[in-house]
C-alpha cells in the first residue's frame, strides 16, 4: 500500500532518483548578491546586506524591528534574555518541537515547563495552557510565580509546528492576563498568516530561523523579530559583544554575545526573501496535490492548515491511521529514496528535560508516535 505513495511522491517530483524531505533552492539573485558582498570585501557582520535584510523582513512581518543573527537558536537565546528570562525562572513550551527551543532555555539556565499541544495545530493549546496556570500559577506584585515549585514564570513560548499556526491570539490573551512575556518560536513559520496577520508579529519577542533545511536560508542564519524599540536596540547591542559605539575604543558595558549574522550569509538571504512568496505558493500548490491524494487513502490522513489560517506549509505531514505501522512506513520510503522523517521525540522524555515539570501530555504523545513528515522542497 506505500508503493502507491511512493510512486505519487515521485511523480510530483519529477521522477528524481532521491527526494529528499526539503532542500534548498537557489534560482534568484543569490550569486549576484554574494559576488556582490565579496567584491565590497565586507563578508563580515557589518554591510549593507544585513542592514538591507532586517528592512526588507520587517517589512514583510508588518513588524517594526528586526535583528539578524547567526542562527535561530541565538535568536531564541536572545529573545529568552530580552523577555528578563533569568537563572532558576521557568519558562513555558511544548513539549512537540525541535530542541532548540528548550536548549535556549536552558542556556538562560531556566527550567522548560510543558503543556500539551492541540492535536489540530500540533502548537500549544491554549486551553492546556490556561488550565496550567489555574491550577499553578499565583501573581504577586504583578509577577507570575508556579506555587509548587516557587520559581517565577517569567516567558511563554509557543512554537508553530512545520510552518502551521498556533492559536496565538488565544495565548496571547492568556499571557498578558498573567504577565508572562510571549515569545514565539517562528522558526519554521516565515511567511504564514493567522487571522491576516504574519506570524512572528504577535509575541513581545519571536525568533526566525534561516537554517539550510528552513524556508528560505542563509546558510545558516536567525532573526529577532519586535515591535518595541527598546528591546531591538537591546538585541543589537547584545548580539555585537555589547560594544559601545565609537570610532575606535573597544569599550563593552556586560558580557555580550557574538551573534550577528555576517553580511555574506545576509547576501544570500536577501535573494533568497526576493523568492518566498513564490515559494509559498509552490508549496501551497504541493500540499494540495498531497491532499487530493490523501483523501482516497484510508491508512492516513494529511495534515492541513488550520482554519482562519494560511501556511506555509514548510514541511508536510501526515497522520497514520496504525502508529504500530510507523517503523514499516518509514523503512519502506526511505528504501525506495523517498525520504520521510517521524516528529521529534518529546522533549520530556529526553534526559535532560524528563524531570521538568509537566501537564497531561496526551495531544502531544499520541501526535509523536503517529506523525511523519514526507518531501517537501518547492517544486520546479
Ligand atoms: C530550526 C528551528 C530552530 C533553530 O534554528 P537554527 O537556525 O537551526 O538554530 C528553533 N526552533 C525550531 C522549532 C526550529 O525548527
Redesign the pocket.
Known amino acids: 500500500m506505500y508503493d502507491e505513495f511512493v510512486g505519487f511522491v515521485k511523480s510530483i517530483y519529477s521522477n528524481k532518483k532521491f527526494i529528499p524531505l526539503h532542500e534548498p533552492l537557489f534560482i534568484g539573485n543569490e550569486k549576484k548578491y554574494l559576488n556582490e558582498c565579496i567584491d565590497s570585501t565586507f563578508v563580515s557582520s557589518v554591510g549593507k546586506f544585513v542592514d538591507q535584510f532586517e528592512v526588507n523582513l520587517a517589512e514583510k512581518l508588518g513588524v517594526k524591528h528586526v535583528v539578524a543573527t547567526?542562527?535561530?537558536?541565538?535568536?531564541?537565546h536572545m529573545c529568552l534574555l530580552l523577555a528578563n528570562v533569568k537563572e532558576n525562572d521557568e519558562v513555558i513550551t511544548q513539549p512537540l518541537?525541535?530542541?532548540?527551543?528548550c536548549n535556549?532555555i536552558s542556556y538562560c539556565r531556566a527550567h522548560p515547563v510543558f503543556v500539551d499541544v492541540d492535536s489540530d495545530t500540533m502548537g500549544m493549546s491554549p486551553i492546556s495552557l490556561k488550565n496550567f496556570l489555574l491550577d499553578n500559577a499565583e501573581i504577586r506584585d504583578g509577577v507570575c510565580y508556579n506555587k509548587i515549585t516557587g520559581k517565577k514564570i517569567t516567558a511563554c513560548v509557543p512554537?508553530?509546528?512545520f510552518g502551521h499556526p498556533c492559536r496565538i491570539d488565544e495565548i496571547k490573551k492568556i499571557c498578558s492576563e498573567y504577565h508572562i512575556k510571549l515569545i514565539e518560536?517562528a522558526?519554521?513559520s516565515l511567511g504564514t498568516s493567522y487571522k491576516n496577520q504574519q506570524l512572528g508579529s504577535f509575541g513581545d519577542l519571536s525568533?526566525i530561523?534561516?537554517?539550510g533545511?528552513?524556508i528560505i536560508t542563509s546558510g545558516?542564519?536567525?532573526a529577532i523579530v519586535t515591535n518595541d524599540e527598546n528591546l531591538a536596540l537591546k538585541a543589537k547591542h547584545l548580539t555585537t559583544t555589547a560594544k559601545l559605539k565609537h570610532a575606535w575604543r573597544f569599550d563593552h558595558d556586560q558580557v555580550g554575545y557574538n551573534y550577528r549574522m555576517p553580511n555574506l550569509n545576509a547576501a544570500l538571504l536577501c535573494a533568497q526573501l526576493e523568492n518566498l512568496d513564490i515559494f509559498i505558493r509552490n508549496k501551497r500548490e504541493t500540499a494540495y496535490l498531497y491532499q487530493s491524494f490523501f483523501n482516497d487513502i484510508k491508512w492516513a490522513k494529511f495534515i492541513s492548515e488550520p482554519s482562519h489560517s494560511k501556511s506555509n506549509y514548510w514541511l508536510n505531514a501526515l497522520r497514520l491511521k496504525e502508529p504500530s505501522e510507523r517503523e514499516l512506513f518509514l523503512e519502506k520510503t526511505n528504501s525506495s529514496k523517498v525520504m520521510t522523517r517521524p516528529i521529534w521525540t518529546l522533549m520530556n522524555k529526553l534526559p535532560m528535560f524528563k524531570h521538568a515539570f509537566k501537564s497531561d501530555l496526551s495531544n502531544a504523545k499520541a501526535l509523536e508516535e503517529s506523525i511523519i513528515n514526507i518531501p517537501s522542497s518547492v517544486r520546479l
Open positions: 547567526v542562527n535561530g537558536t541565538t535568536a531564541l518541537t525541535f530542541i532548540a527551543t535556549a512554537m508553530h509546528t518560536d522558526a519554521e525568533a530561523s534561516f537554517n533545511n528552513k545558516g542564519g536567525g
